[in-house]
């Protein structure tokens, strides 16, 4: 099993920028590829990106590309999502998982999930 803890949420002005934080234990973690989702207010969750274990592959949603960045440390069994130029409607819980899909079901593994507020 691998034990996701998510933190790093809060509450932005637009425009502004946050890091999330992923800290995974329990299964190896560096052989693992990492996703991020966001669940917003009524709304299903949705794929935000996803990175591969060893760092060299990313992929993002097209709503997020060029704003955010997954990276990770397989050192300290950690992945990151860098937040930058925030809008409102990325206001929503976000949530890191392992697995490298677009698709919420190919995931295994789920974080509980950290908001994210962004303020207009």
């Known amino acids: 099993q691998m034990q996701l803890v998510e933190s790093g949420g809060g509450l932005v002005q637009a425009g502004g920028s946050l890091r999330l934080s992923c800290a995974a234990s329990?299964?190896?973690?560096?052989?693992?590829?990492m996703g991020w989702f966001r669940q917003a207010p009524g709304k299903e969750r949705e794929f935000v990106g996803a990175i591969s274990w060893s760092g060299g592959t990313r992929n993002y949603a097209d709503s997020v590309k060029g704003r955010f960045t997954i990276s990770r440390d397989n050192a300290k069994n950690t992945v990151y999502l860098q937040m930058n130029s925030l809008k409102a409607e990325d206001t929503a819980v976000y949530y890191c998982?392992?697995?490298?899909?677009?698709?919420?079901?190919?995931?295994?593994?789920w974080g509980q999930g950290t908001q994210v507020t962004v303020s207009s």
């Open positions: 998982a392992e697995g490298w899909s677009t698709t919420e079901s190919k995931y295994e593994y």
């Open positions: 329990g299964r190896t973690f560096r052989n693992r590829a």
